[in-house]
């Protein structure tokens, strides 16, 4: 058991710089939201609702953390910060990362009945800052969710997405990037714009500029005096 725990801890310290030892990830919110999921989730699968719940509200007052007790997630999860909620029929894999003021939520199913209305997070997703995904959607392995992005459509493997609504980036992050990316969002190329797209519209400005210069030098003086009875 302390075996597991450990493994756990450190998965968590290869994904955040900031602690400095095992011990101080103990006090982290997401570390504990989790302790305490697992509790209300082993109650909740044998019908035990109402204990389970109670176990679920104090988890969420204790971190700030709403996590269904009916949820079920993978191994090495990790909520960075907090003020996270996730839903009833959310599934998440292994290794998945989420940073604070994230939404696993739900779609109000047309048919009046439950069902799946949370995502399925698969193994090795991260998802930044403020992002929100929603509905029974799958989130592919490896996929990469930006900050304050709003997710509603399925994500291909290894994708990263970006924006409200949220599309994914130009070059596609299957094809240059396997490890962990710190809160889903790639901050180098090549996301940012294409310099010669800059150069374009740089020239494109300049000639609108020549064009506004020469309408104005071809405009008749407005402060030039006029003869009485012409027309103004």
Known sequence: MFKGVASYLDSVRARDPAP???FEILLYPGVWALFWHRVAHWLFQRRM???ARFVNH???WLTAIDIHPGATIGKNFFI???FTVIGETAHIGDNVTIYQ?????GTNPTNGKGGKRHPTLMDNVIIGS???VIGPIVVGERARIGANAVVTDDVPEGATMVGMKARSTLVPVETWLREFMPYGTPCDEPCE???RQIDELRGEIAGLRAEIELLKSARPDDD???LCGTDS
């Open 101 to 105: 003021c994230v939404t696993l939520g």
């Open 58 to 60: 104090f988890s969420r």
């Open 130 to 132: 403020g992002a929100q």
């Open 224 to 226: 030039a005096p006029r």
């Open 193 to 195: 714009p294409d310099p």
């Open 20 to 22: 400095r030892s095992r």
């Open 49 to 51: 609702y109402f204990a």
């Open 80 to 82: 960075d910060h907090g």
